[in-house]
Structure formats: C-alpha cells, structure tokens
C-alpha cells in the first residue's frame, strides 16, 4: 500500500498537451500584449506541433509493418464472422418463437390442454370420495338416531363414538362444508342428548337425601319401553360424567350419612319395595331419635348398615375401573369421621366413665378392621383408629390436661374481686441462741463513768447489737440487702450483744415487727404493756413487749464537754435508740447484766411465736384447690390402672400427664396474669403488692403440698418444687419491683427541686419546698396502699426503703453543694424537717418511741444533716469527737465543713482533725 501523500505538500503538475499549451498562452495574453506577431507565433507552434506529430506515426508504422498487417487482416476476419453469427440467431428467433409454427407456443397449447384434463379428473374423484364419506356419515347419524329415540343408550353411546371418529376422518374439502357442519352440529346435539338420558337415569337409580338412600338395579328411560341395568347406565357414562357422578355421591355420602351418623344418634332401616311401575328399590332410611338416646357404640353400627347396603347394592355394579377406587376412597373420610366426631368427643372427662369408653374404642377397632379393611378394601396397613386407641390413655391424659389448664386460664384471667380477699396467717417461731454471763462483774449503765461513749456507740447501732443481728438476718433470709446498709463500721467497737437465732421460716425482720406488734397471743402480755395504738397505725393492736432495762440517762461527767445548742438532740437521739428504735420491737429483750463472779451455765430463751397476717386474691386458692385436685386426679388415675394396658408400649405410665397439668397451671398463673393484668399491676402498687402476696401465698402452699406428696403424686414432686422456687422468686421480685417504682417515683419528684440549689431566691424554694412536700405525700400514699396489704414486718421493711430512698437522694444533692450560705442552710434545714414527719409511720404506740431507725438506715444521718446546717464549729467538732457522725463519710464532712464556714484557721484545724478519722472508743 503507497503512502499517502499529506495535503500540505506541493503536488506535480500534470503534463500539459501543445493545444493546452498555445491555448493558456492565449489565454494569459492581455489586450497590450496581443498583437499580430504574438499570434503567428502561435500558429506557427501549432503547425510545427502537427508536422512533428505525423513524422512521428509514420516512423511508428514503419517500425512495426508486419505487425500492422496481421493486426488489419484479424479485424476484418473478425467483423465477416459477426455478420454471420447475426444472421443465424436472427433464423432461430423465428423458429422459436413463430405465432403459427414456433416451438414454444405449441409447447404452451399442449400442456394448457393436459393441465385442464388433470383437474377435470382430480375434482370427479373428490367429488366422488366425498358422497361416498357424507353417505357412510348419514347412515351412521341415522342410526344413531334411531338408537336415542328407543331409548338403547349404553349402543347410542358406541355409535356415537364411532359418528363423531367419522365425522374426524372426513376428507379436508368436506369437512369445511357447510352440511359437514350440519351434520357435526346434529352429531353433537344427539351426544348431549344422550348423556342427558344417561344423567338422567342415573339420578333415578341412585338417589341420596338427607334422610333415605335409593337404590334401583334397573330403570325405564323415559319416552321410551326400554329397561337398563344400573351396570349399564354406569358403564356408558363418559369418564368425566361418572367422575363427577361419584365425586357427588361420594361427598353426599360423607356429609349426610358417615359425619352425621358419627354426630348424631339416629335408626337406620333398610327395605326393598316396587314402587308403582313395577321397579324395584333397595331403600335406607333414617330417622332421627333423640338426643343421648342411645349409646356412642349404636353409631357404628348404623355405619355399618350403610356401608354393608352399599356394599350390597351398590359397588357390584361399578365399572372395572371405579370397582375398587370408589369403595377405597370412602377409607379416609369414615376413619376421619370415626375419630373425629366420635372417639375424640366421647373423651370422657372422669376415670368413672373410662370403661364404657374403652369398650367403644374396641368396637371401633373391629368396626375397622371388618369394614374398612375388607369391605371397602383398604389394604395399605394404615389403621389410624387402631392406632389412636392404641394411645387412648395419652389422649386422655391431653384432654384432661387441656380441660384443667382451661379452667385455671378462666380463673387467671376472671377479674379481681376484692371481696373474695382473705387473710392469710403467718406464725413465726423464733429460738435465739444461748447466752452466757459475764465473767466478771459489770456495774450497772448508770454507774459507768462513760456512759456518754458507751451509749452513743450503742445508741447509733454502728456494732452488732442485738437490732442490727435482727435486720442482718432478715435480709439474708430474705434476700432484701438491708444488712449491706446496717453492716458496722469498721472504725468503732462496741460491747457485744448476744446474737439471735434465725426465724423459722427465714424471715427475721417480720418474727421481731410481729412480736412488737402484740400479736403473740399465745402469750401472756407483761403488766405495764400499752394496748392503745396510734391513730395512723394500719393494724389496731398495740405495743405488749416487754419493757427494756434503759441504761443512765446521758452524763455530764464526759470527757468531751458538749455544746449546749446539740445537747438536748443528742441525748434525745441517744435515749430512743439505747431504748427501743434499733432494739425496737426486739425479739427477745437482753438480760440486764449480772455481777457474778465465775462463768454462768448457758441461758437458754423460750422461743417466741409471732403471729402477721397478709392479704391474698381469692383466685390463689382456687388455684390451689385445682392443683390439689388434679394431683388426686392423676394418683387416682394410676392407682385404677384402667388405662396400663395402653401405656405398655410407650413406656410411660399412667396419670403422669394429669400430674404433669398440676406445676403447668402454676406456671400458666406465672406466665398469663403479669401480662393480663400489666396496666394494673404497674399502675397499682396495692394490686402490685397483692400479687407479691399471691405469689408467696401459692409458694407457702406447694410447700405444703410437696410435704404430702405419696404414691404417684411424687412423679410431680420436683416440678412443684421448681414451681414453689419460681413463685418465690416471683413475689420477691414483684416486692422489690414496687419499691422500684416507688423509689423511681420519688427520684422523679425530687428532680424537681434540681439539686437545691439556689435556695436564697424565693422561687427556688418554693420549687424545692413543692418538691419536697410532694415526696412526703407520695410516701405517705405508698404507705396506704401497702398497709392493709402487707404484713407488719414487710409492711416496715417497704416503707423503710422507700423512705431511705428519699432521704438518701436529699443526702446525695445537699452534701454536693460546693458552696451553702447563712440563709441558705437556714433554708435547707427547714426542707430536712419537712420529712421529719415520715416517723409516724414508724410508731405504733405514742407511749414508746418510733423505731425508724431499725428500718431507715439514713434516718440519723439525714436528722443529723439537718442539725449540722444550722450548727457551729463547735458543735460539729463536738459531735465528731463523741461518735455521732461516724454514718457520715470524711469526705463528706469535710466538704460540708467547707460549704458552711468561710476558710478560717478555726476551719482548718477543725478539717485536719476530720481528716485524722473517727474517733475509736473503747
């Protein structure tokens, strides 16, 4: 391939001839220079051109004559023989194509003339085959006509068969005829005709209603004297017709006869009549009897009159193909029919009536083999009713199971009735330890030099004193925690008490608040015991504790000399708890101390028994009377062995799933009632209570049912005893949920206030006031809806937490503030007392003093707080010196020193002493 030549640079210019030459010259030549000369030199060019031009083709010729020649000779040879050819072909033309005698137009004529003959002779035999196949077609419509109208249907059906295989071999130019057409239109019409007449026969030899079967062997067509045989109608039906013919029958059968006989109690008769034509019918009839009239085992024997009359008169005459398919097909709905609406709703519902229903299992089984698998030839093995009867003890066992668990979902969920409520008794039996004497001789309390130290470290319970045993014991009895807040400190020792013993039933705080409420009346109540009450008191008896040996009232011999301004709330502080709040109500009171001089044997206290009282639903002892029942039930059950021939191969026993339906009730109640009743249960702490109270109430009484298991009923021992746990578990949990929310509630009200800030503006403390005011109340309605539902000790240990919540959440926000003036600690100390009044519900008698202590750990060191913010240097360094503020943190007394005074020498020595720690008094 050349390479191409960029446009850019410059082309050759093409040789130019002597004409193009002269002529260009010519045509360069101005009017100026054109003159005469300038033109002859022209021609001149141009003559010269033309002589060099001859010369130079003579000189080629005479170069090459020879060659000249024989080119010359070969033209003319060439042009003689093209003047020949032409004449030629011009002759053959005309041979050819000549009108009158050419080749090609007799060609033409003659094959015109044979095509003519060809169709002539193709259409005759057309013609021909087509009368021929409309003649056969007409005789076979005819006779086909003649068969319909003598009633001979099963023959119309085959030459109907063989018209309409006619009527489809007919040659292509017939069959688009219009009397083809015709005639497959009448073909047509005389089938339906006939189909019709075999429907209709049909329909009167076998008739299926509500109340009677009929059954005719032979049948007259109508219009017409010819008879035929059930057989017959039923083998000239087409395929689609007696599918459909017996898909009805088949589901006539199940509804009316097998699902009805199997619901309802009815008498079968079976007869054969003529009726006024002479024909023969085979007739069952049925006629309703009344309700429980006759026995379930009386339905399957109607079935089996049914099935042996259709096995009489009815499946003989079946096609070879629906011989054995159409008896087969009635297997599944009459075993369906027989478990279904039978077996499984005689389920009895008591062990009394199992016999009677074991005995129409074993007829159901016979019935099944005699007729399903005979009669209706069901040979594949599967007998569901032989093997649901094989089983009948689980069924029972389930439906029971299903009827108990029903009946205790009714009771879950029927709605609370506040006056099926009862009280439930809780008797608490307490056995303290022994104690011993002191070995050497102890003074009395009002003679000891130190009795300030003494009985502020015994006033403030920061030892393992005897109140502090109580509540360290309920709450690991109890899972409470509220030990975790009355540990002791570890700065400071006290005299040890002796310790109690444990309560019976693991519940402490409730034996010490039962026996200071005075309802020990097994007992005797000492001389001098108060029997008034006080006015918010939700219990009305009153305070028949012994009284206790108080020690001296507080010294003026101290080594420390108090302020005057904490004197008289100290030593106030001092004597309530030395005599009754930590200590109050005390389960056993401690001997006074003796002087003796040796070892005294072990003392050993009587026991003492307690008696509280909580409320419960009354839907818990249905509950447990179910449970109690379905226990019976389930031993009764086993203990029969009724039902131990059907458990053989299973391997399991009898009565273990009605057991089983006893803990699954509980566990229905556990499951069902939190989500029922959840709108109540949290928006209710008087229903959230109660519900506690259920839980442990069912608990207390699986319990005691567990104890009285024997025989059978110990399959479910250890299910009931998960139950016991699980409801135990529960209650708690729903006690401590209530306190939850109560708790959270509090802290909510309390946001409000936003940490008591500000409290010199006026605004601020009416906010904070408001806040406070509205804790109080809710405390107080809290405690409304706890007391009439609670017992006492519980009743104490709710309130007290949610007391202490409160007064821990004040502690937390005031002690944070970085800086508190004059008028604000005035300020603050007023929000304090405010709930100074949360005592009352801690006193039962207005003669003894409260025992908020033993109840609100914070109780003395939220009273302190609101004595320390109006308080002097002094009288904090005082009470720090003397042990009354060990519940506060050194931290939080240095910050709170710090807030109150301004940065003085004063308040730096009274900070390094802080510092130092509690002071330890021996």
Same mark, same amino acid.
């Given at each position: 391939?050349?390479? @191409?030549?960029?446009?850019?640079?410059?082309?050759?210019?093409?040789?130019?001839?002597?004409?193009? !030459?002269?002529?260009?010259?010519?045509?360069?030549?101005?009017?100026?220079?054109?003159?005469?000369?300038?033109?002859?030199?022209?021609?001149?060019?141009?003559?010269?051109?033309?002589?060099?031009?001859?010369?130079? =083709?003579?000189?080629?010729?005479?170069?090459?004559?020879?060659?000249?020649?024989?080119?010359?000779?070969?033209?003319?040879?060439?042009? *003689?023989?093209?003047?020949?050819?032409?004449?030629?072909?011009?002759?053959?033309?005309?041979?050819?194509?000549?009108?009158?005698?050419?080749?090609?137009?007799?060609?033409?004529?003659?094959?015109?003339?044979?095509?003519?003959?060809?169709?002539?002779?193709?259409?005759?035999?057309?013609?021909?085959?087509?009368?021929?196949?409309?003649?056969?077609?007409?005789?076979?419509?005819?006779?086909?006509?003649?068969?319909?109208?003598?009633? !001979?249907?099963?023959?119309?059906?085959?030459?109907?068969?063989?018209?309409?295989?006619?009527?489809?071999?007919?040659?292509?130019?017939?069959?688009?005829?219009?009397?083809?057409?015709?005639?497959?239109?009448? $073909?047509?019409?005389?089938?339906?005709?006939?189909?019709?007449?075999?429907?209709?026969?049909?329909?009167?030899?076998?008739?299926?209603?509500?109340?009677?079967?009929?059954?005719?062997?032979?049948?007259? %067509?109508?219009? /017409?004297?010819?008879?035929?045989?059930?057989?017959?109608?039923?083998?000239?039906? /087409?395929?689609?017709?007696?599918?459909?013919?017996?898909?009805?029958?088949?589901?006539?059968?199940?509804?009316?006869?097998?699902?009805?006989?199997?619901?309802?109690?009815?008498?079968?008769? %079976?007869?054969?009549?003529?009726?006024?034509?002479?024909?023969?019918?085979?007739?069952?009839?049925? &006629?309703?009897?009344?309700?429980?009239?006759?026995?379930?085992?009386?339905?399957?024997?109607?079935?089996?009159?049914?099935?042996?009359?259709?096995?009489?008169?009815? &499946?003989?005459?079946?096609? *070879?193909? +629906?011989?054995?398919?159409?008896?087969?097909?009635?297997?599944?709905?009459?075993?369906? #029919?027989?478990?279904?609406?039978?077996?499984?709703?005689?389920?009895?519902? /008591? =062990?009394?009536?199992?016999?009677?229903?074991?005995?129409?299992?074993?007829?159901?089984?016979?019935?099944?083999? +005699?007729?399903?698998?005979?009669?209706?030839?069901?040979?594949?093995?599967?007998?569901?009713?032989?093997?649901?009867?094989?089983?009948?003890?689980?069924?029972?066992?389930?439906?029971?199971?299903?009827?108990?668990?029903?009946?205790?979902?009714?009771?879950?969920?029927?709605?609370?009735?506040?006056?099926?409520?009862?009280?439930?008794?809780?008797?608490?039996?307490?056995?303290?330890?022994?104690?011993?004497?002191?070995?050497?001789? +102890?003074?009395?309390?009002?003679?000891?030099?130190?009795?300030?130290?003494?009985?502020?470290?015994?006033?403030?319970? &920061?030892?393992?004193?005897? %109140?502090?045993?109580?509540?360290?014991?309920?709450?690991?009895?109890?899972?409470?925690?509220?030990?975790?807040?009355?540990?002791?400190?570890?700065?400071?020792? #006290?005299?040890?008490?002796?310790?109690?013993?444990?309560?019976?039933?693991?519940?402490?705080?409730?034996?010490?608040?039962?026996?200071?409420?005075?309802?020990?009346?097994?007992?005797? /109540?000492?001389?001098?015991?108060?029997?008034?009450?006080?006015?918010?008191?939700?219990?009305?008896?009153?305070?028949?504790?012994?009284?206790?040996?108080?020690?001296?009232?507080?010294?003026?011999?101290?080594?420390?000399?108090?302020?005057?301004?904490?004197?008289?709330?100290?030593?106030?502080?001092?004597?309530?708890?030395?005599?009754?709040?930590?200590?109050?109500?005390?389960?056993?009171? @401690?001997?006074?101390?003796?002087?003796?001089?040796?070892?005294?044997?072990?003392?050993?206290?009587?026991?003492?028994?307690?008696?509280?009282?909580?409320?419960?639903?009354?839907?818990?002892?249905?509950? =447990?009377?179910?449970?109690?029942?379905?226990?019976?039930?389930?031993?009764?059950?086993?203990?029969?062995?009724?039902?131990?021939?059907?458990?053989?191969?299973?391997?399991?026993?009898?009565?273990?799933?009605?057991?089983?339906?006893?803990?699954?009730?509980?566990?229905?109640?556990?499951?069902?009632?939190?989500?029922?009743?959840? %709108?109540?249960?949290?928006?209710?702490?008087?229903?959230?209570?109660?519900?506690?109270?259920? $839980?442990?109430?069912?608990?207390?009484?699986?319990?005691?049912?567990?104890?009285?298991?024997?025989?059978?009923?110990?399959?479910?021992?250890?299910?009931?005893?998960?139950?016991?746990?699980?409801?135990?578990?529960?209650?708690?949990?729903? &006690?401590?949920?209530?306190?939850?929310?109560?708790?959270? $509630?509090?802290?909510?009200?309390?946001?409000?206030?936003?940490?008591?800030?500000?409290?010199?503006?006026?605004?601020?403390?009416? +906010?904070?006031?408001?806040?406070?005011?509205?804790?109080?109340?809710?405390?107080?309605?809290?405690?409304?809806?706890?007391?009439?539902?609670?017992?006492?000790?519980?009743?104490?240990?709710?309130?007290?937490?949610?007391?202490?919540?409160?007064?821990?959440?004040?502690?937390?926000?005031?002690?944070?503030?970085?800086?508190?003036?004059?008028?604000?600690?005035?300020?603050?100390?007023?929000?304090?007392?405010?709930?100074?009044?949360?005592?009352?519900?801690?006193?039962?008698?207005?003669?003894?003093?409260?025992?908020?202590?033993?109840?609100?750990?914070?109780?003395?060191?939220?009273?302190?707080?609101?004595?320390?913010?109006?308080?002097?240097?002094?009288?904090?360094?005082?009470?720090?010196?003397?042990?009354?503020?060990?519940?506060?943190?050194?931290?939080?007394?240095?910050?709170?020193?710090?807030?109150?005074?301004?940065?003085?020498?004063?308040?730096?020595?009274?900070?390094?002493?802080?510092?130092?720690?509690?002071?330890?008094?021996?």
């Amino acid at each position: 391939m050349a390479f @191409p030549i960029p446009s850019h640079l410059p082309r050759r210019k093409e040789p130019q001839d002597v004409s193009t !030459k002269i002529l260009t010259k010519i045509s360069e030549a101005t009017a100026k220079s054109l003159d005469a000369q300038l033109a002859s030199s022209w021609v001149a060019e141009l003559d010269d051109t033309i002589t060099q031009t001859k010369r130079r =083709i003579h000189e080629r010729m005479s170069e090459d004559l020879p060659a000249l020649e024989r080119q010359m000779s070969a033209a003319k040879s060439i042009q *003689e023989r093209l003047d020949s050819l032409t004449s030629n072909v011009d002759l053959l033309s005309s041979s050819l194509s000549d009108p009158e005698s050419g080749l090609i137009p007799t060609l033409i004529t003659a094959l015109t003339q044979h095509a003519s003959l060809s169709q002539e002779t193709s259409d005759a035999d057309v013609k021909y085959n087509a009368l021929s196949h409309l003649l056969r077609c007409r005789g076979d419509f005819y006779n086909l006509s003649q068969l319909t109208h003598n009633g !001979k249907l099963p023959q119309a059906v085959g030459a109907c068969r063989d018209l309409d295989r006619l009527l489809g071999e007919s040659p292509s130019p017939l069959g688009q005829s219009a009397i083809m057409l015709d005639l497959k239109r009448n $073909c047509a019409a005389m089938q339906a005709r006939t189909e019709e007449q075999l429907n209709d026969a049909y329909t009167r030899s076998i008739q299926v209603s509500a109340s009677e079967i009929i059954i005719c062997p032979s049948i007259q %067509v109508r219009q /017409s004297e010819t008879i035929l045989s059930l057989a017959s109608i039923l083998s000239a039906l /087409s395929v689609a017709s007696l599918t459909a013919q017996l898909t009805s029958l088949r589901r006539d059968l199940s509804a009316l006869y097998i699902e009805h006989l199997m619901k309802q109690p009815v008498a079968v008769v %079976v007869t054969s009549v003529k009726d006024v034509t002479g024909t023969l019918e085979h007739k069952l009839t049925m &006629f309703p009897s009344p309700p429980d009239s006759a026995s379930p085992t009386s339905r399957l024997e109607n079935l089996s009159v049914v099935l042996t009359f259709l096995n009489t008169h009815l &499946f003989p005459y079946l096609p *070879e193909a +629906e011989l054995t398919a159409f008896p087969y097909s009635l297997c599944k709905p009459i075993k369906t #029919a027989v478990l279904t609406h039978l077996l499984v709703p005689s389920l009895p519902s /008591s =062990i009394g009536k199992l016999p009677n229903f074991l005995n129409l299992t074993r007829q159901a089984v016979a019935f099944e083999d +005699e007729y399903i698998g005979l009669i209706l030839g069901d040979h594949s093995g599967d007998r569901d009713v032989k093997a649901w009867v094989s089983t009948v003890g689980s069924h029972y066992e389930r439906k029971r199971r299903v009827e108990i668990l029903e009946s205790a979902r009714i009771t879950i969920l029927h709605p609370e009735d506040e006056s099926r409520t009862f009280h439930v008794d809780l008797t608490i039996t307490s056995e303290p330890e022994s104690t011993a004497a002191p070995t050497v001789p +102890e003074p009395p309390r009002k003679a000891q030099p130190q009795a300030i130290e003494e009985e502020s470290e015994v006033a403030w319970g &920061f030892e393992d004193g005897p %109140v502090h045993n109580d509540d360290t014991s309920a709450g690991e009895e109890n899972g409470w925690g509220f030990d975790d807040e009355l540990d002791p400190e570890p700065e400071t020792e #006290a005299q040890p008490e002796p310790p109690l013993e444990p309560a019976s039933n693991g519940t402490e705080a409730e034996e010490y608040s039962g026996d200071a409420w005075g309802w020990n009346d097994d007992e005797s /109540s000492p001389a001098g015991s108060s029997t008034t009450a006080a006015d918010d008191s939700p219990w009305d008896d009153g305070w028949n504790d012994p009284p206790e040996e108080k020690g001296s009232p507080h010294g003026t011999d101290a080594s420390a000399k108090p302020a005057k301004r904490l004197e008289k709330f100290t030593s106030k502080y001092r004597m309530d708890v030395d005599s009754s709040p930590l200590k109050s109500p005390p389960l056993i009171a @401690p001997p006074p101390p003796t002087p003796v001089i040796s070892v005294a044997p072990k003392q050993y206290a009587p026991p003492t028994v307690i008696k509280e009282s909580y409320v419960v639903s009354g839907r818990t002892k249905e509950l =447990i009377r179910l449970v109690e029942d379905v226990l019976a039930e389930g031993a009764e059950l086993a203990s029969s062995g009724i039902l131990s021939a059907y458990y053989a191969s299973s391997g399991s026993r009898a009565g273990a799933l009605i057991l089983q339906a006893a803990p699954l009730t509980l566990e229905l109640y556990r499951a069902l009632y939190p989500v029922s009743a959840s %709108v109540e249960l949290t928006s209710s702490s008087r229903r959230s209570i109660r519900f506690s109270n259920d $839980c442990l109430y069912i608990g207390s009484e699986i319990d005691r049912i567990v104890r009285n298991l024997k025989g059978a009923m110990c399959s479910a021992k250890d299910k009931l005893v998960e139950c016991k746990e699980a409801m135990n578990v529960l209650g708690d949990s729903w &006690f401590e949920e209530t306190i939850g929310r109560q708790n959270v $509630c509090t802290n909510e009200l309390l946001d409000k206030a936003e940490g008591f800030v500000d409290t010199m503006d006026q605004d601020r403390f009416d +906010e904070c006031e408001d806040a406070v005011n509205k804790t109080l109340q809710r405390i107080r309605q809290f405690a409304q809806q706890l007391k009439t539902n609670l017992n006492k000790s519980k009743y104490y240990l709710a309130i007290g937490s949610a007391v202490d919540a409160a007064l821990s959440r004040i502690l937390t926000d005031m002690l944070a503030l970085p800086d508190i003036t004059a008028v604000e600690s005035h300020r603050l100390s007023e929000l304090c007392r405010i709930l100074n009044a949360l005592e009352g519900l801690f006193v039962e008698n207005p003669d003894q003093p409260s025992f908020v202590v033993s109840y609100v750990p914070s109780w003395l060191k939220f009273s302190y707080l609101s004595e320390l913010l109006e308080a002097s240097i002094a009288d904090i360094s005082y009470l720090f010196e003397e042990g009354a503020l060990v519940d506060f943190e050194l931290e939080e007394l240095v910050k709170l020193v710090r807030a109150l005074f301004a940065d003085t020498p004063l308040r730096t020595n009274t900070i390094n002493k802080l510092l130092q720690g509690h002071p330890v008094h021996s």
